[in-house]
Structures are given as structure tokens and as C-alpha cells.
């Protein structure tokens, strides 16, 4: 079955780049879709079709895809940011989550 | 305004037979797929499956394919999930989850508050 994967944790200071990476084979091939999850929280989605932000999701949000790799970047990070990270693609007409990334704001 | 309402938390013991449900307002049901998110305590998530309300064309992930049974009765815009028989390691939060699709592929744009399931002896 297909997998993604992404690392475990990322940290980064307040007002820098956040980075997170979803891999998986051919990725690029397929769109990829971004959600945010805080603690408690039911997710959100941040992005879809590889760069695109829904409505009220902040400019700071984005996102490419090409070769294996997806990334998401929070650029000029806040505190509010801090959360689990997933991605999610498309195989053979059902969905998969990438394994999570827990983004700390230090 | 889209909503995605959830069943309450359930306690069952293993072996027990359970359905769980999510009622859509706000939008046109029969037309938009809606599926289940499985997250077991303290990890990822997982994607179950969707349903298409309108013609009950149904799809499962190969971790989930008969483990249980996604439905959806279009008359009273509620969505299913059901286990005809709970292990222990059934116990997560459950969300509902409205897709939707272009030709690009899916996403998930609005998530119901999530059903707590706990099953234990």
C-alpha cells in the first residue's frame, strides 16, 4: 500500500521559516493536501492541490510538490502555529495520511 | 453554513456491535463524498473510507476493508460507521469528514467534532 512519510518533529523560532516534508513514491504525480491539527482540535485543511490555501487560511501557508517530495512551509511562524502537521494524497481512489509532524514554535 | 454533527462518546466492551453517526446541514448531501478518520490515542491519522450519499458508491482503505461497514441514509443526511463485532484496539476518536473532488483528486474541507469510542472489559 502506499506510504507517506514525514519526520517526527520540526522546531523553529518565532517570525523563521517552518519546512515540513511529506515523501512518498512519485508524489508529485498526485496532488498533495496539508492539514493542521491542534491538541483537542478536529483538523484543518491548509492547503490543497499542492499550493492552494482555502479561504481564511493565513498567506504565510504554502506548499509545492515535485518528484517524491511535498512541503509545507509557514513562513514568519507564530505561536498559534504550533501543531501536528499531515499530509494526505490520493492512491488507487482512496486516501492516505502522511505519519504526522509535530511543528514546535521555540 | 457547512456542519458536520457527531454521535456522543460510546463505552462498549469487545465483542459488542456498534454504529456511529454524522449528520450533514448546510449544504446538498447526496452530492459531496463523506468519509471516516480513524485516530487512536496519542497517534496519526488514519483514512477509512468514503461514501457518495447520493448513489452509495462506497470506498475502503485495504487497512480497513471489511473490519467495518461505512453507510449513509440520504433522507435524514446521516452517515455511518459500524463494527458488527469491537476489539479493544477500536478504541480512538472517529471524525466524519465532507471530501471534495475535481478532477485534480479530493480533500477534506470540513471534519465533525469526532466520536470518542472506548472499548474495554
Known amino acids: 500500500s502506499y506510504e507517506l512519510t514525514q519526520p517526527p518533529s520540526v522546531s523553529v523560532s518565532p517570525g523563521q521559516t517552518a519546512s515540513i516534508t511529506c515523501s512518498g513514491d512519485k508524489l508529485g504525480d498526485k496532488y498533495a493536501c496539508w492539514y493542521q491539527q491542534k491538541p483537542g482540535q478536529s483538523p484543518v485543511l491548509v492547503i490543497y492541490?499542492?499550493?492552494k490555501r482555502p479561504s481564511g487560511i493565513p498567506e504565510r501557508f504554502s506548499g509545492s510538490n515535485s518528484g517524491n517530495t511535498a512541503t509545507l512551509s509557514i513562513s514568519g511562524t507564530q505561536a498559534m502555529d504550533e501543531a501536528d502537521y499531515y499530509c494526505q494524497a490520493w492512491d488507487s481512489s482512496t486516501g492516505v495520511f502522511g505519519t504526522g509532524t509535530k511543528v514546535t514554535v521555540l | 453554513e457547512v456542519q458536520l454533527v457527531q454521535s456522543g462518546a460510546e463505552v462498549k466492551k469487545p465483542g459488542e456491535s456498534l454504529k456511529i453517526s454524522c449528520k450533514g446541514s448546510g449544504y446538498s448531501f447526496t452530492t459531496y463524498w463523506i468519509g471516516w478518520v480513524r485516530q487512536m490515542p496519542g497517534k496519526g491519522l488514519e483514512w477509512m473510507g468514503i461514501?457518495?450519499?447520493?448513489?452509495?458508491?462506497?470506498r475502503y482503505s485495504p487497512s480497513f476493508q471489511g473490519q467495518v461497514t461505512i453507510s449513509a441514509d440520504k433522507s435524514i443526511s446521516t452517515a455511518y460507521l459500524q463494527w458488527s463485532s469491537l476489539k479493544a484496539s477500536d478504541t480512538a476518536v472517529y471524525y466524519c469528514?465532507?471530501?471534495?473532488?475535481?478532477?485534480?483528486?479530493?480533500?477534506?474541507?470540513?471534519w465533525g467534532q469526532g466520536t470518542l469510542v472506548t472499548v474495554s472489559s
Open positions: 469528514a465532507r471530501h471534495q473532488y475535481d478532477s485534480s483528486g479530493y480533500w477534506i474541507d470540513y
Open positions: 461514501i457518495y450519499p447520493g448513489d452509495s458508491d462506497t
Open positions: 492541490h499542492d499550493t
